[in-house]
């Protein structure tokens, strides 16, 4: 029988039972604010009518619905005289507390396994929890609640699973979050320090379910989307939310973010290791797990003035596992957020790079040895690496190529920043009381080094693109040269700078015609091809086979 049948045809009778046990509950706690019996008597009546209610019936299997409500009510019972006594006035030590709840769940869970008994099971679960949050302790005996509420997770999951029971993993999730709320605000914990209690509880909650919903869907024929992925979700925003609240004056909100994120990321890692593909529940696992880390990561270097340079390195370290994760995986959404992420940052860095700290190494700085260059190298290696080895799948040649032009380009102006950049801050930093002419001509002749690396590249990469770039570049080198750079007062340096800029034109015409004499003869070898597999291209009609 089904859950919703189950519903459908007894819901009146666990309605009922749900006011026995509240009627039994508040009786029991009203006799404890008069003082009516002694704790002693409590105890003994709460174990005597519990016990009685569970052997009665038993005596009454042969009407199994009256049965399993009648044994439900005996367990419950069992439940609230254990709640009293360890844990509203802490007459019993942890371990009797454990001792008393195991044997009642694992009576009560062999019983239901051996005869289907759900209802017995919904009805000791729903006293089980219902005893600690009705009856509120008024002593802090959070350890016993806590072996408590062990108990009572660990028995319900594991027939919730074998059974397919799924209503008792959903109740003993939110009651137990529930009674750590009534916890935390009734006692008011002291949260002094990094690792307070209340945090490690709920830690081990939020792990416990965690591991507790992987393993549910692993026995569930490897199905991990569906309840057991929505109650996993939830799972972290309730320990985000009591993490935040715990460690709000302790620690910055990023970390707990970063841990979410981390296990949700692991979680989804093991899903795609057990499933060998990235379905639904992998790709939320991920999504939300690199959504929780980028915006912890995001924080990182708050108040620093090297934030942004922080900002770089984060999110080009983020470019580059999504790139790795979609080689792997063959993820083409990873592959495009990669690209993405850089083409962002490499625009972020152009605009903020002029007014961000250099980032020295050892307090000197040293041209191309420190982090901002570091930062402009990482960046031209990450579009320079999908130029020559990225190709997205489902796209044609034709456009692969182009995207690569495209990356290479990107790199390229890359490069070109941290050429300028580095330029300026030698002279900013050895050569400050210098002409400022000194640093325009010298910043002439590496866009003209820059024009020629760009002949290099479409050289070897063969692309005719970086012919026109490169000779777009070396046009506003001339230009700068001649009408801005030559203006004013002649010097020495000038004339050098004016004979590099030929020495590089120089270059460049031999490298065009190396590439032209390269391109002439791959055509000539192609037309030869084309010859040799056609060697009669116009036989004579009137000739027989």
């Excluded at 989307?225 to 709000?248: E, H, M, P, Q, T």
């Excluded at 190494?361 to 990225?390: C, D, H, K, Q, R």
């Excluded at 010097?491 to 590089?504: A, D, F, Q, R």
Aim: proline content about 3%.
């Amino acid at each position: 029988m089904n859950y919703g049948t189950l519903i459908k045809k007894h819901g009146t009778s666990l309605l009922g039972a749900l006011f026995v046990l509240i009627a039994c509950i508040t009786l029991f706690k009203y006799t404890i604010d008069r003082g009516w019996i002694n704790d002693s008597m409590k105890i003994g009546l709460g174990l005597l009518f519990g016990t009685g209610l569970a052997i009665a019936g038993f005596r009454l299997q042969h009407r199994p619905i009256v049965s399993q409500i009648v044994m439900g009510l005996g367990a419950s019972l069992l439940y609230m005289t254990v709640s009293f006594s360890g844990i509203f006035y802490g007459l019993w030590d942890s371990m009797t507390v454990l001792l008393g709840m195991s044997v009642i769940t694992i009576a009560a869970a062999v019983y239901a396994y051996r005869f289907d008994s759900r209802l017995l099971m919904n009805i000791a679960l729903l006293g089980g929890l219902l005893s600690p949050l009705t009856m509120r302790p008024e002593t802090d005996q959070v350890f016993a609640l806590f072996v408590y509420l062990l108990v009572i997770n660990c028995a319900f999951l594991y027939l919730s699973i074998v059974k397919g029971w799924t209503e008792l993993r959903t109740a003993a999730f939110a009651g137990s979050w529930l009674l750590y709320t009534v916890y935390f605000f009734q006692f008011n914990p002291l949260l002094d320090g990094f690792w307070s209690m209340p945090i490690r509880y709920a830690l081990a909650a939020f792990l416990f379910y965690q591991i507790a919903f992987l393993v549910s869907s692993w026995k569930n024929k490897l199905s991990f989307d569906g309840l057991n992925l929505y109650l996993s979700v939830a799972n972290g925003v309730l320990f985000g939310f009591w993490a935040l609240l715990i460690w709000k004056n302790d620690l910055h909100y990023a970390y707990p973010l970063i841990f979410i994120g981390l296990v949700f990321m692991l979680s989804g890692f093991v899903v795609n290791r057990l499933v060998h593909k990235v379905d639904a529940a992998v790709s939320v696992y991920w999504t939300v797990g690199l959504l929780l880390f980028l915006l912890a990561l995001n924080q990182a270097g708050n108040g620093m003035e090297i934030k942004p340079l922080v900002n770089v390195f984060v999110w080009s370290i983020i470019s580059i596992v999504l790139l790795v994760l979609g080689r792997i995986n063959k993820w083409l959404a990873a592959n495009l957020i990669s690209v993405a992420i850089w083409i962002i940052v490499g625009f972020y860095w152009y605009i903020v790079t002029w007014s961000t700290p250099r980032g020295e190494w050892f307090g000197v700085y040293i041209p191309f040895l420190n982090w901002g260059a570091v930062a402009w190298m990482l960046l031209a290696a990450i579009g320079f690496y999908y130029a020559t080895s990225m190709n997205m799948s489902g796209l044609k040649a034709g456009s692969n190529r182009l995207l690569a032009n495209i990356y290479a380009t990107l790199s390229h102006l890359i490069i070109g920043g941290l050429l300028t950049r580095q330029i300026e801050n030698i002279f900013t930093e050895y050569f400050n009381g210098s002409s400022g002419i000194y640093m325009k001509l010298t910043l002439t002749v590496t866009w003209g080094v820059y024009a020629l690396l760009l002949f290099l590249w479409g050289a070897y990469r063969r692309e005719s693109w970086f012919r026109w770039f490169g000779s777009a570049v070396l046009l506003l080198v001339a230009v700068k040269a001649i009408f801005m750079d030559l203006s004013g007062k002649e010097s020495l340096y000038k004339v050098v700078v004016l004979l590099l800029l030929g020495v590089i034109s120089f270059a460049i015409s031999w490298i065009n015609n190396k590439w032209g004499e390269g391109e002439a003869q791959k055509q000539k070898q192609h037309q030869s091809q084309n010859h040799n597999s056609n060697p009669n291209p116009n036989p004579d009609p009137n000739q027989l086979p």
